[in-house]
């Protein structure tokens, strides 16, 4: 960690006037900080997220960054070091980028799988998520950034998600949902916190003084800043004295001359104002962003990576292949083997593949909401296997059904300004006579883009020319609130009207709701018309729009008969099916698991026109696969990132598939023990189940995979295990006994109540790797207390240390149980 000098910041507190205090304690716009040049102080930005650095804008001015495997898909690696791996690449990619502090990680559990962001969190364990953030905070802050741990505390899913009253008792809370935000601060030093949107046990988490001033900043000893939730500050007084510290976005907000009065006043003692700049301005000289303090003082060098002295107005650098193969190699440690009856990896030689399914021709790097980035290129399934699988092999390409409803982007080159010929639509604000106040050229891309109203813009009119590709019957779709009017020529002139409910600007941002209209046309050039009249009643004066398009396509009969027809001649068939960012994403939960439109019957249909079928599920959170048993392989890959497309092509043709699940797969909808993410009338979302959640609360018989599951191409014999006590210190040392040497370090680097040493020999003819587990059987019920990866050669014989994290009180016997997932553990001792 940077060294500080307290007392230079001391002097540079004293050098600002109250007003400059408090403005510094409001965003200046949506992602930045006001300068205070009479403290040295640059501008600070921030920038989501999870998945990569976006960088200081949103919406279509949004520059290309590293779109890296989704936070499950990382977890699922099962590996402190690779989460610091990720985190330090994340962290020297948004110093390119200009961002001192980085809106990441997520570390709310999975204690539904309908939570919307489930495949932003890491898992439905809080052992495992905690060593998962630990490892990535330490990666990012290492190359000078700001990891904020969110959402602090009990924002596990969306529904009413500004709102909603979660009910957790004491013990459950300290068990369960803190322990990945005290491991964040106490162990990885993390520099930033996020205070959530919801209440918990009737306070808002933005007036929560227990839980922010007692807890985090008194008891662990949280010396960085506590930020808002996007628009989650709602008061002055009560979110000043509880102990928030800065207040996003900005200029608004409930602070500013409310706070300069309360303090001149007394009701907000200036003391707590002080500490407040003075946790920003510590913050500003761990990043960078004070005057004369060096940027990485203390961090170690990152060739490359430069200083940061404000918010550089250029975007990120290409990226270089060195980087794409490392991203590469992070989907490829996530992805998880479920099933794999001996038809993978595939052998050489194929002459006809079949790629089948919707995600084969809309495949999905990452999920929705605000943790989106707009990477370079994603690299789709079928460029990779054209990589992997070479000229000689044929690739048919069918999706089979069409399941997804909301219509991709426009694509590339296909809309043009029809006054300017750029690649674009032309913007017109007008007010109700229609005199034109505004035109302008907008680039559609990422196909939607935020609109500031005046006060005086009655209607928007947004115009382009559209080169269609075929003749038939088009679908266009229109994104965003208020009454729209299509007119294109030829077709009767269309509409639709909707309003957003309620005051969650984040879910009319990052998940607006869109409509589709059809028309009948030519192939080549026609101008389309779409008149707007925004809706006024919403909390800011934004609005947005987007276009979407399908072309002219077959019926849903047809394309499943020429794909399964597809399927019966090729060698082997691989379906490709899951979800996509209109399904999981942030602001509203899943309905149901089942996966959407006729995907089950897809993949059962494909499996008994060819036996040699693989599928590939592509989705960020669980579904339900009624259908598991009948492919000959099962793998799961996530939300992969910009690399997915080659990640799933190497692990499919031999690279090894590094992931064990690290939340659990239900049978069945009834079998799932939390599912319902709804508040009662009331607006309390009741955690009653206390601990109980994930694989402590399945019935074996309600598991279709369990948590921690996950195969190998080779094959592994748990051998023996015993307990050590030698770990008082918290340092756990690895070591591999065999043919090879090497080391393997165990995942427990905080308290620990000692380690278990574990033999193990990998039968198989292939160098594979292994995530060996140890649970503490205590009460009647099993906890994750250690994990760690491990490698081996063939034959190879190796004892992995593992240290064991403390256990909670009891006066019954503790067990250690020992092996690759939490249903199957062939090795027992006791536990110290």
Known sequence: MPLIDEADLLRRLAAMTLKEKVALLTGADAWTLTPVASAGLAALALSDGPVGPRGTSFGADTPPSLLFPSPTSLAAAWDEETAYEAGRLMGARAREMGVHVLLAPTVNLHRSPLGGRHFECYSEDPLLTSRIAVGFIRGVQSAGVAATVKHFVGNDSETDRMTYDARIDERTLREVYLPPFEAAVREAGVWAVMAAYNRVNGESMTEHRDLLTGVLKQEWGFDGVVVSDWTAARSCEATALAGLDLVMPGPDGPWGDALVAAVEDGRVPAEVVDDKVLRILRLAARTGALEGVPALEGVPALEGVPALEGVPATPAPPVPGDVRDRLRELAIRGSVLLRNDGLLPLPPGLRKVALIGPNAVRFTAQGGGSAHVTPEHVVTPLE????????????????????????????????????????????????????????????????????????????????????????????????????????????????????????????????????????????????????????????????????????????????????????????????????????????????????????????????????????????????????????????????????????????????????????????????????????????????????????????????????????????????????????????????????????????????????????????????????????????????????????AAPGQTITVRIGVAPRKPSSGPHRLRIGRSAADLPLTCTAI
């Open 384 to 791: 990779g296997l054209r990589r992997v699988l070479g000229a000689d092999t044929e690739i048919t390409v069918h999706a089979g059904v069409f399941p997804h409803a909301k219509l991709r982007p426009l694509p590339p080159g296909m809309a043009t300004d029809p006054e300017t010929g750029e690649h674009g639509v032309r913007l017109e604000h007008r007010t109700a006579d229609g005199t034109v106040l505004t035109a302008e050229h907008r680039d559609p891309a990422p196909w939607w883009f935020p609109i500031i109203l005046a006060d005086e813009v009655a209607e928007l009119v947004v115009r382009t020319r559209l080169t269609l590709p075929a003749a038939g019957l088009h679908r266009l779709s229109v994104l965003g609130t208020g009454r729209h009017t299509l007119r294109v020529p030829g077709n009767a002139d269309q509409f639709h009207e909707r309003l957003q409910e309620g005051d969650d600007i984040a879910a009319l941002l990052l998940n607006p709701p869109s409509h589709t209209f059809t028309f009948t046309a030519g192939a080549g050039p026609i101008d389309v018309e779409l008149l707007i009249s925004p809706q006024r009643n919403l909390p800011y004066p934004v609005t947005l729009t987007g276009l979407g398009y399908e072309p002219p396509r077959g019926t849903d009969e047809k394309e499943l008969e020429a794909a399964l027809t597809a399927a019966r001649a090729a060698d082997v068939a691989i379906v490709l099916v899951g979800s996509d960012a209109d399904t999981e994403t942030e602001s509203l939960d899943r309905t149901g698991l089942t996966l959407p439109g006729r995907q089950d019957d897809l993949v059962r249909q494909v499996c008994a026109a060819n036996p040699r079928t693989v599928v590939v599920v592509n989705a960020g959170a669980p579904w339900l696969m009624p259908w598991a048993h009948e492919p000959a392989a099962l793998l799961w890959s996530w939300f992969p990132g910009q690399e997915g497309g080659d990640a799933i092509a190497d692990v499919l043709t031999g690279a090894e598939p590094g992931g064990r699940l690290p939340t659990t797969f239900p049978a069945t909808e009834a079998d799932v023990p939390i599912l319902s993410t709804r508040p009662d009338d009331d607006g309390v979302l009741d955690y009653a189940e206390g601990d109980r959640i994930g694989y402590r609360a399945y019935r074996p018989e309600g598991v279709l995979f369990p948590f921690g599951h996950g195969l190998s191409y080779t094959t592994w014999e748990y051998l023996r295990a015993e307990t050590v006590d030698d770990a008082a210190d918290g340092s756990v040392d690895g070591s591999v006994d065999g043919s090879v040497d090497g080391s393997v370090d165990g995942s427990v680097d905080g308290p620990v109540d000692g380690s278990v040493e574990v033999t193990l020999r990998n039968a198989g003819d292939r160098p594979g790797r292994e995530v060996v587990q140890a649970y503490l059987e205590q009460d009647g019920a099993l906890r994750l207390a250690g994990f760690a990866a491990a490698e």
